[in-house]
């Protein structure tokens, strides 16, 4: 199993930043990729960002050019640069891992840090 902790959370007014963390406990699994996923009241689950295991990164197009993912490998951490929040950004947000162990993929998933914007 791996646990992900994730924190930063809170509440900011619109155009302002915040930064999540999300640190991952060792395990014998290998990370494919880390992320954040947030889910809004009344709304499915979305991709916020993801980052590979090589550094490759994904953006939902609502977020580009405002948030920025990136990871510290030595500490196991992945981290979400949130800038010029808008009230639309409101949710919960989830870290996510993708893994491999022998050949099966795996997914793991935090507890969730609230983000509320205030206009």
């Known amino acids: 199993q791996v646990q992900l902790v994730e924190s930063g959370g809170g509440l900011v007014e619109a155009g302002g930043s915040l930064r999540l963390s999300c640190a991952a406990s060792?395990?014998?699994?290998?990370?494919?990729?880390m992320g954040w996923y947030r889910q809004a009241p009344g709304k499915q689950r979305e991709l916020v960002a993801s980052?590979?295991?090589?550094?490759?990164?994904n953006y939902a197009d609502s977020v580009k050019g405002r948030f920025t993912i990136s990871r510290d490998n030595a500490k196991n951490t992945v981290y979400l640069q949130m800038n010029s929040l808008k009230p639309e950004d409101t949710a919960v947000y989830y870290c996510?891992?993708?893994?491999?162990?022998?050949?099966?993929?795996?997914?793991?998933w935090g507890q969730g840090t609230q983000v509320t914007v205030s206009s």
């Open positions: 060792r395990s014998i699994f290998n990370i494919v990729s």
């Open positions: 980052i590979t295991s090589g550094g490759s990164t």
């Open positions: 996510n891992e993708e893994c491999l162990l022998l050949g099966l993929r795996y997914e793991f």
